[in-house]
């Protein structure tokens, strides 16, 4: 049996929105795409979603949760030292920013489409954004930062500035510019690495 055939329809359908989502964006996506492109019957999508915007936060989760589990393999490789941990983090969005499928951050693209303090899924793209305040936080305060509140600050921003303009510097550019930047800000606010 073949992966395709294995796959559940919530599955094939939030996987189909996660593509379409992310590549075209969520306003210019509409159900009867996903259904089409996912191959499941209309009845399967309202069955598992009962509305686009609770398929909008299901993938969000999804998204997240890949995202938590990115960032836990890029800390995993430098175990006890969380300036490496830090500065890997940035290296490995630097490379991100720079592939060819790269389309941004899914949460700063969700918050820029829906504008509307209430709609689910800004509030999901909300959470995210101080959930990564806080592990850099966590990271700086571990790295002895001197102001780690600050840096925390500095690098969230440093990192959504790659999502939302790492693609026009151009992937060279990206790739070596976003890492060094971060660096700079590390190695400022804990001191001269001597590595």
């Known amino acids: 049996m073949?992966?395709?055939g294995r796959r559940t329809a919530r599955e094939r359908i939030l996987d189909t929105?996660?593509?379409l989502f992310y590549r075209e964006g969520i306003r210019a996506v509409g159900i009867d795409t996903i259904i089409a492109r996912s191959g499941v019957a209309k009845m399967s999508l309202y069955r598992n979603f009962a509305s686009k915007d609770e398929l909008i936060c299901a993938w969000l989760?999804?998204?997240e949760a890949k995202f938590w589990a990115w960032w836990q393999g890029v800390v995993a490789r430098h175990p006890g030292d969380p300036r490496a941990q830090l500065k890997a983090l940035f290296a490995a969005l630097g490379k991100w920013s720079a592939h060819p499928k790269f389309r941004g951050c899914p949460f700063i693209n969700t918050t820029v489409e829906f504008r509307d303090?209430?709609?689910p899924g800004r509030a999901i793209a909300e959470r995210h954004a101080r959930a990564m305040r806080d592990h850099l936080r966590d990271l700086a305060?571990?790295?002895t930062a001197r102001e780690p509140e600050a840096l925390a600050e500095h690098l969230l921003l440093l990192m959504q500035g790659a999502y939302a303009g790492g693609r026009m510097l151009g992937p060279d550019v990206a790739a070596r510019a976003i890492p060094a930047a971060a660096?700079?800000?590390i190695d400022a606010a804990c001191g001269q690495d001597a590595r």
């Open 2 to 4: 073949s992966d395709e």
């Open 17 to 19: 929105a996660a593509e």
């Open 61 to 63: 989760e999804d998204t």
């Open 117 to 119: 303090t209430d709609h």
């Open 141 to 143: 305060v571990q790295a």
């Open 183 to 185: 660096a700079a800000l």
